[in-house]
């Protein structure tokens, strides 16, 4: 389970009792699922050495206030995604350009 914390170099506000962007790379099989920010998605990525990319992703369709805030830029970083770097609690995600597009932190399963 990755919480989102970074998207570019702006880090993720959330207001209070508001649900966390998160996503949950699931090993068999390559799918991946989380949350958006305000709309559940799932899909598949593929990882060869330190590149990833994440393939077409489909999401409910949830309409909700200032969702543009993080949800739009979270699925706009997957979809830019194209390296990454893996650390003890956190995993960076990089575009082509070098530049990283989104940062997570561990967090346990529940």
């Known amino acids: 389970y990755w919480k989102l914390t970074r998207l570019g170099d702006d880090p993720v506000v959330l207001s209070e009792n508001q649900r966390e962007p998160h996503l949950v790379l699931h090993s068999e099989g390559r799918r991946v699922s989380g949350f958006g920010g305000c709309n559940n998605f799932n899909g598949n990525f593929a990882v060869e050495g330190q590149e990833i ?9 949830m309409a909700c206030p200032h969702s543009e805030d993080v949800e739009l830029p979270f699925m706009v970083a997957l979809a830019e995604a194209s390296t990454f770097r893996l650390m003890p609690h956190h995993l960076e995600i990089f575009d082509e350009a070098g530049q990283m597009v989104a940062r997570f932190e561990a967090r346990e399963l529940e």
């Open 53 to 61: 990319a994440f393939g077409h992703l489909a999401t409910t369709a």
